[in-house]
């Protein structure tokens, strides 16, 4: 499995309904210590976050880091794919706690076939958007040797761009706030 930025997250959120990744570790995983850029507690405070015409609400447990267009990505999604997302915490170390938010805006010609197909391989379910729900919401525990972690991802698309909300936690609680604090504000599709 690549552990890259939100896609990672993205794999390990459905790592244990993925038949691939049901024994992602066979050895026992020691949680790392909480980075620096996470504040512990922090009360976590509702923003907009916006990408080119498209706008999210989102309640990050921190200050997240804005990056534009991240390398890592280009391998994951089709060529000309533009990517905007906020983090905090290292998603791409699968250490706790982490939160992203990622605008994916899909090259000129893809339709929700194109979303659907890659959220399949990368997530094990298609974006099944109806009436605005986000097609893709699942909340998952991954036993650690030191306790339980919670992980969980919120996607939906509009055209073709697609939002996804991941977060990584020690607590179930967090995660299930942040996913639902993510909202489509606006949209100029």
Request: proline residues 9%.
């Amino acid at each position: 499995m690549k552990r890259v930025g939100a896609l990672a997250a993205l794999v390990a959120a459905s790592c244990l309904t993925v038949t691939s990744c049901g024994n992602r570790s066979a050895a026992p995983v020691t949680r790392a210590s909480v980075p620096a850029s996470t504040p512990t507690g922090a009360t976590p405070t509702a923003r907009v976050y916006r990408a080119d015409d498209v706008a999210v609400r989102a309640a990050f447990p921190g200050t997240p880091v804005r990056t534009s267009s991240p390398g890592t990505l280009g391998a994951l999604l089709p060529p000309a794919t533009t990517v905007t997302s906020w983090r905090v915490g290292d998603m791409a170390l699968l250490r706790p706690p982490a939160y992203e938010l990622v605008v994916a805006d899909f090259p000129p010609g893809s339709n929700a076939t194109t979303i659907d197909d890659f959220l399949t391989r990368y997530a094990g379910k298609p974006n099944t958007t109806v009436g605005g729900k986000p097609g893709l919401y699942r909340l998952s525990a991954i036993p650690q040797a030191s306790g339980t972690d919670f992980s969980g991802i919120k996607a939906f698309s509009v055209g073709r761009v697609l939002v996804i909300a991941v977060g990584l936690d020690t607590a179930r609680a967090p995660v299930v706030s942040w996913l639902e604090s993510m909202r489509l504000t606006r949209t100029l599709r």
